[in-house]
């Protein structure tokens, strides 16, 4: 197992753990940090897949409050999930910019 999977798996529980307690201190930047981690790791036919899913995310994660009684976590899980690809899709996106620019 490489240490991209691990910061994954870590990131992912701490999602989970963070949508059912409120009170997790700095778990926004943990996860956007394990995104990142776990960026580098993706290959260059994947890139697109990852920011379209940042989006994605990012744009559904509202969709489930109205659910009685799961929906605030629903919606809790998927915005944190949401920052992981999302700190994924921006190391993706400096990345490319760099390579771009870099003479």
Known sequence: MTIYKIVGLSGVALAIVAAFISNVP??????????????????????????????ALHAV??????????GTYVTALLAN???IVAGAALLIIVRNSYNRLKP
């Open 61 to 70: 994660a509202n969709s489930f409050d109205g659910i009685p009684a799961i």
């Open 26 to 55: 700095y778990a926004a930047p943990l996860l956007a940090i394990a995104g990142a981690v776990v960026g580098v790791n993706i290959a260059a036919e994947h890139h697109v897949r990852a920011i379209v899913s940042a989006i």
């Open 81 to 83: 999930l949401g920052l």
